[in-house]
């Protein structure tokens, strides 16, 4: 990184007055060892030309800034999985994984890397069948899930020449498998080049999977007290304030990364598991305390408190504790009990196909109540 920064340093060679480089023959001199020691230089020296877009966005970025380049994320050993020769100068990889972003983010990355996010397709894959889930997740195993890769993402392979074959690359999932043997995807929401707080920060960009018909965290948000405020009075500015934490003194209502992610005050820090503040498993129909803590509960207050009185945080949190046991006592669990018999005795496949999407509709159904009980507090009751 520090022979990038030398390179960055003779910025007026790369950059005009106008903040673009110039013409790439006169940027590079090729006897500049500062240049030819780190690949960053002949990247731009294409790119700038091939790829504008690409590469306006990641020089308005906070990697640009502090020296860090193209080779630096996509550099590769020759031998490696996923490492070809480019432009005939050196060894590459399409794929950036979670491990060369810990390089830098170590931290971020040992968080991260035991998140739902990063385990979506492992977790896919791995799910048992006493999992109540099991009987309609199973549908998509013989595919080995390729229809979920969009936001669960799929195992990438390798051609011959060893560069990601078309039929699993690009891919944009949470939880893709890498030529690394590694899972994850950091570009899942620090999008493109930019790689920027802000684009995570907001709710457009969690909501490109926590929305639709088996994910009603988008619908349950934007209709609630928070996501309409966040949509008619915050200033999305403030979603660029730099720092670990988000201070809820800054925004006038909360986006999802600020409940879930960020550490949201002074003393606390921002994470990328968002597990860390979820005492209950709200997604799962039959057990959600099963192996969460409670403990879990005051970090997700400590988030609420950035706005909101304790009183009005410990009666909410009770009253929504208190219709969640009831719900899954009264409609719950009698139903999961009555479907997993039917769709136990049930063989042929035309019925079994139409009580299967009955069961999907119902779990969908009960996961929308659950979080609509702690997020969104609107609507009927279910009795």
């Known amino acids: 990184m520090k022979h990038f920064a030398r390179t960055v340093s003779i910025a007026a060679a790369f950059f005009g007055a ?17 240049k030819l020691i780190n690949n960053s230089a002949h990247c731009i020296e294409c790119h700038r030309d091939d790829t504008p877009a690409i590469f306006e966005e990641w020089l308005k970025s906070t990697h640009a ?38 390089n830098c983010h170590k931290g971020q990355y040992l968080d991260y890397i035991s998140s739902g996010h990063a385990l979506s397709l492992e977790l896919l894959q791995k799910m048992t069948e006493d999992n109540p889930r099991y009987p309609v997740v199973s549908l998509y195993k013989d595919d080995n899930f390729q229809q979920c890769g969009g936001c669960h993402g799929v195992t990438v392979t390798l051609d011959d020449m060893n560069i990601p074959d078309p039929a699993t690359w690009p891919n944009s999932g949470a939880g893709r498998r890498n030529p690394d043997n590694g899972n994850g995807n950091c570009r899942t929401c620090h999008l493109g080049h930019g790689f920027s707080a802000a684009a995570a920060r907001r709710p457009e960009t969690c909501l490109r999977c926590h929305d639709g018909a088996n994910y009603p965290e988008g619908e349950i948000y934007r209709s609630s007290v928070h996501g309409v405020a966040y949509e008619t009075t915050v200033d999305k500015k403030n979603l660029d304030r730099t720092g ?33 503040n979820l005492p209950r498993n709200l997604t799962s129909p039959g057990v959600p305390l ?24 410990d009666r909410f949190f009770l009253n929504a504790d208190k219709e969640l046991a009831r719900y899954q006592k009264e409609i719950v669990e009698p139903q999961l009990a009555d479907f997993k018999e039917k769709i136990d005795s049930t063989t042929k496949k035309e019925k079994r196909r139409h009580l299967l999407q009955d069961y999907s509709r119902f779990l969908a159904e009960g996961k929308r109540y659950r979080m609509n009980l702690y997020m969104g507090r609107h609507g009927r009751t279910q009795r």
């Not at 013409?23 to 500049?32: E, F, L, R, S, Y």
């Not at 050993?77 to 060894?91: C, I, T």
């Open 244 to 276: 670990v934490y988000f201070e809820g003194k800054h925004m006038g209502a909360p986006t999802c990364a600020f409940c879930h992610l960020s550490g949201s005050g002074q003393g606390q820090t921002t994470r990328h598991n968002p597990a860390w």
């Open 290 to 313: 099963a192996n969460r803590s409670e403990n879990l509960r005051n970090n997700m207050k400590a988030a609420c408190n950035q706005c909101h009185a304790p009183a009005m945080i």
């Open 65 to 102: 800034r502090v020296g860090v380049g193209c080779n630096e994320c996509h550099k590769a050993n020759k031998g490696e999985k996923g490492a070809f020769l480019h432009a005939e100068k050196f060894y590459i990889s399409t794929v950036v994984t979670p491990v060369d972003c810990a």
């Open 18 to 34: 106008a903040g673009l480089l110039s013409n790439a023959q006169a940027a590079i001199k090729h006897k500049d060892p500062a």
